[in-house]
């Protein structure tokens, strides 16, 4: 029998059923995934029974991975925050770490690259403070995949490179081929192709065991594609015939559908018929697992090999299927957002309609008691009738607050739905005609790559703008969430610099900025990143190209509070406008190069302040520009 300290056999049992389920999870969570959420659904209601917080965080983050694969970005992001936050319950740095590197994937794959490298870069600054060097070279690897992703190849390789460095100092794990994969295909995408044959080669060596298949045919088909694209053709279809292979051997229907579609690519040069036959499997195979998003990859090279062979009504057949596809699979998030907003403002208002009835209830059953007391005296009715006067005066001005917020719930739907149909239809509706004339073959390469530059800005600023009537209905519907601390604006600020440098500095505008770095604020963090890239945002927006931005902040010692101002030498505001500017009301005008907006990113800006205990104004000279003030709490 062993003296000292032990955990509970309670405890043991609760972690060694735990690790076992997690064990099934992880080897169905890529091949059968309704067999790995049976798995995790269990553990989790173990995990509850034996009140074992960190098995209930472990289930949540393998179902949130699930999601992950399956394409729930925000399920999978929902499961990650509420690890993350028991974690933070229980202090567990090394949890902490694990659970913002998966945010920070989904924030990578959405394209949100900024929110990507502050997950990835939190992780980082975690593991490097508990010395956990197996996080810190996961960090570094996922990014340098951030880089990558915004094909800054050479950034993305010294990432890479200092990890690798790491790594010999570490026992081998899965991670380490990632970073193998990773360096062969920056090295492939700058055409250094002996030294991306030399990482996909080292990799593939140490990754042909059984537990490593599914990596070692990812690099396998890396390597694959050096050789395409050197035009040794015949060694990288053996190598991809040897990875389908060995992917239908372990039954990985992501590496399979890889390798024949990297087969197809390989052999369209070769005999596009057998292009063809590697491309119907591919579709085939992708449409039994439900995976929409390869199945409209397939659709998209199916429609190209047509065209190319002059079969435009077999590429327009295609390109139809997979407009069909898109429609009902990508806006289907969006459209369920728009429908639980609606779905929000009807219960409300519901809601409001059941009070009022309740009031009118009210008021009936007063007045009969007033009749009733009329026959008992003239004293008794007086003092009734005033007692009354003052109950049926609380109940009317409660009708009238009630009305209020019907009357604010029926302008949030105006708005949201003003919003929709104007800002969102039109180019919803252009970017479809875009679509046709390059579908029909009307335009020339230059003019086609032109066209989808537009769209490719047309969709962005459409994704914007819904990001931000979603952020505004919800708030309207649910308040304004706030969770303050003490933070340092000057961080904040220089971030959000960064990410908009490109933006200014295609207007060549200077942006100063003049902050102590030692300053302090009480405020949420998200709140004021949000307000201080709103308001820098629009002053590179309405500002002429040569122009200059300012950017300030000060301690004001009699009200104990922090001043903030954005200052620009742009068109300014008009007097017409100045009284209706952080309202609903006002129309938003076009940027100096006829940038578009909806003005609710002021409004936002006022409501977060406002729930911060702060204040905004501006001072506007028409054609000389704009100075926007708001105040936040000292700390």
């Known amino acids: 029998m062993l003296y000292g300290h032990q955990e509970p056999k309670n405890q043991l049992d609760s972690n060694q059923a735990i690790s076992a389920i997690e064990k099934m999870v992880v080897r169905y969570r890529y091949d059968k995934p309704d067999s790995a959420i049976f798995f995790a659904i269990k553990g989790l209601k173990i995990s509850r029974l034996k009140n074992d917080e960190y098995g209930v965080a472990r289930m949540l983050h393998q179902l949130g991975m699930i999601d992950d694969n399956l394409g729930k970005a925000d399920d999978s992001r929902q499961k990650y925050l509420e690890a993350l936050e028991i974690y933070k319950r229980l202090k567990d740095d090394k949890g902490i770490a694990r659970e913002n590197i998966r945010l920070g994937v989904i924030e990578k794959r959405k394209g949100n690259y900024d929110k990507a490298s502050a997950y990835f870069l939190y992780s980082l600054k975690i593991s490097e403070k508990i010395r956990d060097m197996a996080g810190v070279m996961e960090a570094y690897v996922t990014i340098g995949e951030v880089y990558a992703a915004q094909r800054n190849q050479k950034k993305a390789i010294e990432y890479y490179l200092k990890a690798e460095r790491l790594s010999l100092q570490l026992p081998f794990f899965s991670i380490r081929l990632n970073m193998y994969n990773d360096l062969g295909i920056s090295y492939r995408e700058i055409k250094d192709y002996k030294t991306a044959i030399t990482y996909f080669n080292m990799g593939i060596e140490q990754s042909n065991i059984p537990q490593m298949m599914g990596s070692h045919i990812s690099l396998t088909i890396g390597l694959s594609k050096v050789y395409a694209e050197l035009g040794r053709l015949h060694e990288a279809i053996a190598l991809q015939k040897l990875a389908l292979l060995k992917s239908r051997k372990i039954d990985n229907f992501i590496r399979e559908y890889q ?39 397939v659709l998209e090279r199916i429609a190209k090999l047509q065209a190319d062979l002059a079969n435009y009504k077999a590429a327009y057949k295609a390109k139809e299927q997979q407009y069909k596809m898109a429609d009902s699979f990508y806006f289907k998030d969006i459209t369920l957002k728009i429908a639980d907003l609606q779905a929000q403002y009807e219960l409300n208002k519901s809601e409001v309609k059941v009070q009022e009835l309740k009031f009118i209830n009210s008021k009936q059953a007063m007045e009969q008691k007033v009749m009733l007391w009329i026959i008992l005296g003239s004293i008794v009715l007086l003092c009734i009738l005033g007692i009354n006067f003052f109950k049926i005066r609380k109940l009317n001005l409660l009708l009238n607050k009630s009305n209020t917020a019907l009357t604010t719930s029926n302008s949030v739907k105006d708005k949201l739905f003003s919003v929709l149909a104007h800002d969102l239809k039109a180019p919803l509706a252009s970017g479809i005609k875009l679509l046709d004339m390059i579908n029909n073959g009307w335009l020339d390469e230059q003019e086609k790559a032109l066209m989808l530059s537009k769209l490719a800005d047309q969709n962005a600023a459409s994704m914007e703008t819904l990001n931000l009537l979603l952020r505004w209905g919800q708030m309207q519907i649910n308040g304004v969430m706030i969770n303050q601390i003490i933070l340092t604006p000057f961080e904040i600020i220089k971030r959000n610099m960064s990410l908009l440098f490109e933006a200014a500095e295609q207007k060549s505008i200077a942006v100063i900025y003049d902050i102590a770095e030692d300053l302090t ?110 105040t936040l709490k000292y700390k």
Not at 558 to 580: A, C, H, Q, W, Y
Request: net charge negative; proline share 1%; aromatic share 10%.
């Open 521 to 630: 604020v009480f405020s949420d963090a998200d709140h004021l990143d949000f307000i201080i890239r709103n308001l820098l945002s629009n002053a590179i927006k309405f500002t002429y190209e040569g122009g200059e931005i300012k950017i300030s902040a000060r301690k004001e010692l009699l009200t104990n509070e922090v001043i903030f101002l954005v200052e620009d030498n742009g068109v300014g505001i008009s007097k017409d406008r100045m009284p209706t500017i952080f309202s609903t009301n006002s129309v938003s005008t076009n940027g100096t190069n006829n940038e578009k907006g909806t003005n609710l990113g002021l409004v936002i800006c006022k409501e977060f302040i406002l729930a911060n205990n702060g204040k905004i104004w501006v001072e506007s000279i028409e054609n000389e520009g704009s100075s926007f003030f708001f």
């Open 259 to 297: 390798s024949l579609v990297a087969l197809a690519d390989s052999y369209r040069s070769i005999d596009i018929k057998i292009s063809f036959k590697y491309l119907a499997q591919a579709q085939s195979l992708a449409t039994s697992r439900h995976a929409n998003k390869q199945v409209l990859e």
